[in-house]
């Protein structure tokens, strides 16, 4: 099987190290407009550079997309039109209304696109995820996610960021209602500036608060923030009737002055990364379903900008019109 990948920048390049490892993948073909990048991320085994993009979509058989977003929507269409699989990072397109239109065009077509977000490829997660669907758990009462970064990003990143929610909180507005199964009926956000006023410059902030309803009457409390002075600190935990589970407590959480704590998302989730690149070469085989759908993370940003919405506000926001979980 030939993988390409568009973009060789620090998510691609890791992308194309674990295509690389995996057995199924013969040959990785690589693609990036600086000049020299391609070329140099071509030392991993299998793996070459070519000059032009049609070079890496003809005969490939899935086309990985880790460009930065605003290309994302244009390489989707390059690869449905040559029926070609892809997994595009998130998200796939920049605003709702690009992502809409996006995702009609995808379901148009029997092409699979996934969507990069790791959490539903976190082997952890996914034995979650299945153990709530078998009814395991039991009714969900409550669902507790914590993402936390150890530093903050550069701040000249934050005006393009699109905000804590769109930028940081997506990844669990997009895994809590996966794992709860349910439409999120209402959300209320808070947030402040407690790491650095830049983020106040930005009109951003650099703590947060997420309430998420879903239909069933579960609640599920988000926090995130910028700045964890031990690590990086991912966990979800989930009570039902029968059983509670967490999903990132362990020896590496950045808790009780953890020694060798998760410096950051690559760390903590490199399971998830390089199950990822096993999933999506399993969905190009055809062995596989999608697990992580374009209409979903269509879903995920309404939260987010429904998150915006309220925090500025101040005022819990109605979500379930455009639900679909
Ligand atoms: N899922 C995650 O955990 C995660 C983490 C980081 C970034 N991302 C997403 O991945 C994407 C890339 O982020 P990054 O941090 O790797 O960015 P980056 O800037 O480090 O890398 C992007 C690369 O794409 C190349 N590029 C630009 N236009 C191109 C084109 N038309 N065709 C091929 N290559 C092109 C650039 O030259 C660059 O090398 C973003 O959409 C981001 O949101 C996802």
């Not at 605003?95 to 977000?117: C, N, R, Y």
């Not at 808790?255 to 969905?283: C, H, I, K, Q």
Request: charged share 20%; net charge negative.
């Amino acid at each position: 099987m030939r993988i390409g990948v568009a973009g060789v920048g620090r998510i691609g390049t890791m992308h194309a190290a674990n295509l690389s490892a995996l057995s199924q993948v013969s040959e990785v073909v690589l693609y990036d407009p600086v000049a020299g990048r391609a070329e140099q991320a071509a030392t991993l085994p299998k793996s070459r550079a070519v000059p032009a993009l049609d070079e890496l979509l003809d005969g490939s058989d899935g086309v990985l997309v880790a460009t930065p977003t605003d290309t994302h929507p244009s390489l989707v269409r390059a690869c449905l039109a040559t029926h070609t699989p892809v997994l595009c990072e998130k998200p796939i397109a920049a605003d709702v209304a690009a992502m809409s239109a996006l995702v009609d065009e995808i379901e148009a077509t029997d092409v699979p696109v996934l969507v990069g977000f790791q959490r539903r490829f976190d082997p952890a997660m996914v034995d979650l995820h299945r153990r709530i669907a078998d009814g395991e758990l039991g009714a969900i009462y409550h669902v507790r996610a914590t993402g936390f970064d150890a530093q903050p990003p550069d701040f000249s990143y934050l005006p393009s960021s699109g905000g804590i929610f769109r930028d940081l909180l997506i990844h669990d507005l997009d895994a809590v209602p996966w794992l709860v199964g349910e439409p999120v009926v209402e959300v209320y956000a808070s947030g402040s500036v407690l790491v650095d006023d830049a983020f106040a410059a930005a009109d951003d902030v650099d703590n947060a608060v997420v309430l998420l309803k879903f239909a069933g009457g579960a609640h599920a409390v988000l926090t995130g923030g910028r700045h964890d002075p031990l690590g990086y600190d991912h966990r979800v935990e989930v009570l039902g009737a029968r059983d509670s589970v967490a999903v990132g407590l362990d020896e590496r959480t950045p808790l009780n002055g953890a020694a060798d704590a998760y410096s950051g998302f690559p760390d903590r989730f490199r399971p998830a990364y390089r199950n990822e690149m096993r999933v999506f070469t399993d969905v190009v085989a055809g062995r596989a379903e999608n697990p992580s759908p374009a209409r979903d993370s269509l879903v995920s940003l309404r939260l987010a900008e429904a998150c915006e919405q309220s925090r500025r506000t101040g005022r819990p926001v109605r979500t379930h019109q455009w639900s679909t979980a």
